[in-house]
């Protein structure tokens, strides 16, 4: 066995620096991971007769503990109403709830101003958001955008976009041949002609994280903004936007232990004020005439129309989650995750992994990206959730630049959460190796049965 290594309510301030720590250290709990899998219904159910589920697709979406669940129904069973908008009881209790809820979002990040925190329909939203907003006020023909190739399609389409109305140039960060970012050549395109840099904090296909402090600081030298692309961060470990050095930061509900439809951009203040509205409607306007309209002030600014308040107030519930586990706890979950998991692909017959491994990158993401030679990734997944249950992602995971960076147009990925265990990962790691042994005819055990087969097509 082998392994290539390719490459209008009144919002209070919150605190400085310092708070979030002292307040984490307070919530931090010794952890009992057994016991806190029993918190996430779908976890415990069969996928089919004497099959267990094996959730191993966090990358693509977390599930979602009962606290939430429990919250969001209770909610629309008791308090259900319009926020901002109503003098009455239900309608203040919304509102106060929503605008809660906005403050759990600052404090999770640390920003320093809870306006600062504008809801968003997910984290593509709030990428899109910032180009049609500050970048398409901000940048002009000549100038320069700075992305990777290894950015989610949200990270990227949006600036191809502004790009091609603006007339401004793209250019791109290369891999090392171990699949992390060459950050000397990253900053070697940051220069006097850059007005945006675009980057994610964590791959979501080569589980490397980003130094992003220093690239916020190369960023600063030549007066450049930095945005960061957070939804693989912000749910695994520890973020603090005062410390990172962005301007804007974005990150999703749903892959937090929250609900969908929603999710947050964080932008310093000065930004934000300084940007147009996004949409039109009511929320973020201050009057309106028929002659023309002055707009609200940040964050109704950017959340026209009635919000998804509700799913705000849930993602609020699931923030109070995590703060209850401690993100450096569930970090140093994750990380002997992540060993376990390269560990047991890497052991697998012809697979190709991509990205540094554990020992390159002790801080890398609990996920891992392959192939197999012989095995299409969507052959692998199929199998593997039909014979054993485990629920595994394949494809180009909303990369395909990177993929066409690797030389493939897909790929398999394995991907942990806290509440994964590692016999979880064992019975992936043999279930995968029943697979290849189906599909290439390699093994001893039984042929493929004719029905997969043609699903297959093989």
Not at 30 to 39: F, K, L, P, Q, S
Not at 248 to 268: E, N
Not at 269 to 284: I, K, T, V
Request: with cysteine; aromatic share 6%.
């Amino acid at each position: 066995t082998g392994v290539a290594l390719a490459t209008t309510t009144r919002l209070s301030r919150t605190r400085g620096t310092g708070t979030r720590a002292t307040a984490r250290s307070r919530c931090r709990l010794a952890a009992n991971w057994d016991e806190i899998r029993g918190d996430f219904p779908a976890l415990q159910q069969e996928v089919k007769p004497g099959i267990r589920l094996v959730y191993l697709d966090n990358a693509a979406t977390s599930q979602k503990p009962r606290q939430v669940l429990e919250e969001l129904n209770r909610f629309y069973g008791s308090d259900n109403s319009n926020v901002h908008r109503g003098m009455h009881t239900l309608s203040m209790r919304s509102t106060e709830a929503f605008e809660g809820a906005r403050k759990k979002v600052a404090d999770f990040v640390n920003a320093p101003d809870v306006h600062e925190i504008i809801f968003t329909r997910n984290a593509t939203e709030a990428i899109n958001l910032v180009a049609r907003t500050w970048g398409a006020a901000n940048i002009a023909s000549g100038d320069e955008i700075v992305l990777t190739v290894m950015e989610h399609h949200s990270n990227l389409v949006p600036w191809q976009l502004l790009a091609e109305s603006t007339g401004a140039t793209l250019k791109f960060g290369r891999l090392r041949s171990n699949g992390t970012l060459d950050i000397d050549h990253f900053e070697s395109l940051i220069t006097e002609r850059t007005k945006l840099v675009g980057l994610c904090h964590v791959s979501n296909v080569l589980g490397c994280v980003n130094p992003i402090e220093r690239v916020a600081k190369k960023c600063q030298s030549v007066d450049a903004k930095l945005l960061v692309d957070a939804c693989q961060s912000v749910p695994h470990m520890p973020v603090n936007v005062q410390t990172l050095g962005a301007d804007w930061l974005v990150a999703s509900s749903h892959k937090m232990c929250g609900p969908t439809g929603i999710g947050f951009l964080w932008g310093r203040a000065e930004l934000l004020r300084s940007s147009p509205p996004f949409l039109g409607g009511g929320e973020m306007i201050d009057e309106v005439k028929l002659e023309g309209s002055t707009y609200n002030d940040i964050p109704h600014r950017f959340e026209a129309g009635t919000p998804a308040f509700a799913e705000a107030i849930a993602l609020g519930s699931a923030c109070d989650y995590l703060q209850r586990l401690g993100m450096d706890a569930i970090a140093r979950r994750e990380h002997q995750l992540s060993k376990r998991l390269w560990d047991r692909v890497a052991a697998l017959p012809g697979v190709t992994m991509y990205g540094p491994s554990p020992e390159e990158d002790p801080d890398r993401a609990s996920l891992v990206c392959f192939n197999v030679e012989g095995c299409h990734a969507n052959d692998l997944a199929t199998i593997v959730d039909q014979d054993r249950g485990i629920a595994m992602r394949s494809g180009h995971h909303c990369t395909q630049p990177l993929h066409t960076e690797l030389g493939i147009v897909a790929s398999a990925r394995l991907s942990a959460y806290f509440y994964n265990t590692e016999e979880e990962i064992d019975a992936a790691a043999d279930a995968l190796r029943a697979a290849i042994e189906l599909i290439t005819g390699q093994g001893q055990g039984e042929a493929l049965d004719p029905a997969m087969a043609a699903l297959l097509d093989v």
